[in-house]
C-alpha cells in the first residue's frame, strides 16, 4: 500500500508569497521510492495523497520585527505610528535593534517629514527627539497588542474549517494543494501541513496524518526603491518616477546570483530563509518587473531556472527570451544547473533578428591549436578553458508594435550579454576573453551601421586591463595586469585594441552637471568614474558590473540611481532579505543618434 516514509520544509520561515512545497517521500505498493505528487486524478493501487494547509489563528495577535522578521516584535516606533508611516516598518524586536537600524530607520522619517511638513518646524512634535545612538520615542508592544495589519478580515480561500481550539488557537483550513503561498492575513500567525494517504474508492483516510508546523509566517522584506535619475537635465519624470520622452528605450544589466553558488558557508550573514531559492526568485521577479527596461540582460541563471521559471514568468509580462548556457568541459556536475546568460526583450519593442553564440572554450581551442607547441597545448588548454559564454543578440525596433516596412529606416541593435568568470589571479584569460569578445563585435560592426550595447558581470573592477580595453579601446603597454602572460596570448601588445566608440553609461553622470546630481557623483569613483560598487559582500565592495554603449549612435538619457551605504541597512552585505543577489542591478536609458563623434 502507499505509504508516506518522511515529511519536511525547505525552509522553517514562510515569507508572505513565496510558495511552500513540502518534500514528501512516498513508497508506493511496488516498493519504489518517489517523490511524486500522487493526488485524486493519479491515484497507485486505488489510493492518493491528501493535502491540508491550516492557519493558526490565535487569540494572541502577534506582531515581526521589520529588521529581523523570524524574531516577534516587542517596541514599536511612535513616529512611524503618527506618519502614518507602514506599520509593518515600525516593529522592532530589542532596543538595540531599533538602534542599529536607526541610519537607516531614520530615513523613512524623512521622508515622511518632507512630505507632510515643508517648513520642518513640527519634525520635532512629529517623530520625537531621536539622536545618532536611535534614542527616542518607542513603546513596547503588550501581549494584547494588536495592529490592523495582523488582522485577518478577509474570507478564507476555503469555507473555514475549525479543526481544533485550544488554549486560544484556532486552526482555519487555507488551502487543499501540496503547494501554499502564505497570504498577508498569514502574518504572524503558524502554519500546519497535513498529508494522509486517502482510500480512492471511500475517500476515507487510511492510517494517521503525517503533520509539520512552520514558524510565524513573515512579511516578504522590501528594499527602498530606486528611481531613474536623468543626465542631462532635459528628460521629464511621470508620477512613478519614470523618464516619458519619446523616441528612447532601457536596458537592464544584472547578475542575480545563480542558487548553485548561494550557499549558506559561503553567506553566512545572510537569513538561511532568505537565501532560498523559492524565496529570493521571487524577490527578484519582482525587481526585474518593477523596472520596466525594453532590453534585460541576466547573467548567473541557472539553465533549469530558465526554463522553469525566467522565461514563462517573463513572457507574462511582455518579454520575449533568448539564452546562452555555459560550456561544460570544466563543470562535471549536474547539466540543469550550469548556469548562462539570458536576454529579453519586449516583444512590443523589439523584433528577433539574429542570435551569435561565443563560446571562449573554442575560441581557447583555435588559439592554442595556432600558438601553443603540441606538447604544451593541454597545459594552455587547462589555463584557458573556463566554460564562460557570451550572448549577442541583434534586434529590430518597432513602431508602434508593428516593425518598420521601409528597410531604409529599420533601426536596429545589437545587444551583447556576458559573464566572464575568471580567477583574479588569470588576469591574462580574463583580458584575453573581453578582446575576443569586442574582436567579435568588430565585425558585426564591420557588416552593419548598428548602435551596440555591450552589458555584463566582467569580473573586473575600474582601472584594470579589461575594463582599460572596454572603455579606452587599448590598454597602456605598462599596464600591471599585462605582467602575468605565461602563454604569451597577449602578445605582441599593440594587438590589444578594438575600434568601437564604447563608453560606460554610468559614466554620463559624471559628465554632466545639474541640480540634484552632485549625490550621484559622490557614489561614482573619481578616477574611472564608475558606480563605487555593484557586488557588495563581506569579503569584496567593488564594481564588476557595467553597460558599455556606441558614443557614435547612443547617447543617455537617464540612469537608474546607484546605491550607497545608507541604501544598505549597517553592517549588511548581499544578498540580504531586502536585495536577492550579491550584485546591483545597472538600468539605463538610451536615445538613438547619427553622426556623433567617435572616441
Known amino acids: 500500500m502507499l505509504s508516506v516514509l518522511r515529511v519536511h520544509l525547505p525552509s522553517d520561515i514562510p515569507i508572505v508569497g513565496c510558495e511552500i512545497t513540502p518534500y514528501v517521500l512516498l513508497r508506493r505498493p511496488d516498493k519504489i521510492i518517489t517523490t511524486d505528487d500522487l493526488d485524486q486524478f493519479s491515484p497507485v493501487d486505488g489510493h492518493f495523497m491528501r493535502y ?17 522578521p523570524s524574531e516577534q516584535a516587542t517596541l514599536q516606533c511612535i513616529g512611524c505610528v503618527k506618519a502614518k508611516i507602514p506599520v509593518a516598518k515600525s516593529y522592532h524586536c530589542t532596543p538595540k535593534c531599533f538602534s542599529d537600524a536607526w541610519q537607516h530607520h531614520r530615513v523613512l522619517h524623512d521622508r515622511a517629514a518632507s512630505a507632510v511638513n515643508e517648513n520642518g518646524n513640527e519634525e520635532e512634535e512629529v517623530f520625537g527627539r531621536f539622536n545618532n545612538s536611535g534614542s527616542g520615542s518607542l513603546t513596547s508592544l503588550s501581549a494584547s497588542a494588536s495592529s490592523a495589519s495582523l488582522t485577518n478580515g478577509s474570507a478564507p480561500l ?4 475549525v ?8 486552526w482555519f483550513e487555507v488551502g487543499r494543494s501540496k503547494t501554499y503561498t502564505p497570504t498577508a492575513d498569514d502574518i504572524g500567525h503558524v502554519l500546519k501541513f497535513e498529508c494522509v494517504v486517502v482510500n480512492a474508492e471511500t475517500k476515507l483516510p487510511v492510517g494517521y496524518a503525517n503533520t509539520l508546523l512552520t514558524s510565524r509566517v513573515i512579511p516578504a522584506p522590501s528594499p527602498s526603491p530606486r528611481r531613474m535619475v536623468p543626465v542631462d537635465g532635459m528628460a521629464q519624470l ?14 537592464l544589466s544584472y547578475n542575480v546570483l545563480s542558487d548553485a553558488y548561494a550557499s549558506n558557508d559561503l553567506y553566512s550573514y545572510c537569513p538561511s530563509w532568505a537565501l532560498s531559492w523559492p524565496y529570493r526568485r521571487q524577490n527578484l521577479l519582482q525587481e526585474i518587473v518593477g523596472y520596466r527596461a525594453d532590453i534585460i540582460c541576466l547573467q548567473e541563471i541557472q539553465s533549469d531556472h530558465y526554463e522553469e521559471f525566467f522565461s514563462p514568468e517573463l513572457d507574462k509580462h511582455g518579454y520575449y ?31 528577433h533578428v539574429k542570435k551569435y553564440e561565443v563560446e571562449f572554450n573554442k575560441a581557447a581551442q583555435s588559439l592554442t591549436d595556432a600558438m601553443i607547441a603540441p606538447a604544451q597545448q593541454k597545459t594552455a588548454l587547462n589555463r584557458l578553458v573556463k566554460d564562460n559564454v557570451a550572448l549577442i543578440v541583434v534586434l529590430e525596433a518597432k513602431v508602434n508594435n508593428q516593425p518598420v516596412d521601409s528597410p531604409g529606416k529599420r533601426q536596429l ?15 591574462d584569460v580574463k583580458l584575453w576573453q573581453v578582446h575576443t569578445l569586442l574582436k567579435g563585435l568588430e565585425k558585426i560592426a564591420a557588416s552593419a551601421d548598428i548602435p551596440m550595447l555591450v552589458c555584463g558581470d566582467f569580473s573586473s573592477v ?12 587599448k590598454v597602456d603597454p605598462s599596464h600591471p595586469d599585462l605582467a602575468v602572460d605565461p602563454l604569451n596570448i597577449l602578445r605582441p601588445l599593440n594587438r590589444l585594441v578594438h575600434q568601437l566608440p564604447l563608453v560606460s553609461a554610468y559614466s554620463s553622470f559624471a559628465r554632466t552637471v545639474g541640480l540634484g546630481l552632485e549625490q550621484h557623483k559622490r557614489r561614482l569613483d573619481n578616477t574611472t568614474n564608475e558606480p563605487l ?14 553597460i558599455f554603449y556606441t558614443a557614435d549612435s547612443l547617447v543617455v538619457e537617464s540612469l537608474l540611481e546607484l546605491l550607497d551605504e545608507e541604501s544598505l541597512r549597517k553592517d549588511t552585505a548581499l544578498p540580504s532579505p531586502e536585495w536577492s543577489s550579491d550584485h546591483t542591478a545597472l538600468l539605463a536609458e538610451f536615445r538613438c543618434c547619427k553622426n556623433r563623434s567617435r572616441r
Do not use: M
Request: hydrophobic share 30%.
Open 238 to 251: 511621470d508620477a512613478d518616477g519614470r523618464i516619458t520622452s519619446s523616441g528612447t528605450f532601457t536596458v
Open 163 to 170: 479543526t481544533q481550539r485550544n488554549g486560544g488557537e484556532t
Open 413 to 427: 541593435l545589437c545587444v551583447a550579454n556576458t559573464h566572464v568568470n575568471v580567477h583574479q589571479d588569470l588576469k
Open 533 to 546: 560598487f555593484t557586488h557588495v559582500t563581506r569579503d569584496f565592495i567593488g564594481s564588476l558590473d557595467y
Open 321 to 351: 527570451g533568448l539564452y546562452k548556457r555555459k560550456t561544460n568541459e570544466v563543470y562535471n556536475g549536474d547539466t540543469n544547473k550550469i548556469d548562462g546568460c539570458a536576454t529579453f526583450f519586449r516583444r512590443d519593442r523589439f523584433s
Open 462 to 473: 575600474p582601472g584594470s586591463a579589461p575594463h582599460e580595453l572596454l572603455a579606452l579601446g
Open 52 to 68: 491540508k494547509w491550516y492557519r493558526v489563528q490565535s487569540d494572541k495577535k502577534v506582531a515581526v520585527c521589520s529588521v529581523h
Open 158 to 161: 476555503y469555507p473555514a474549517a
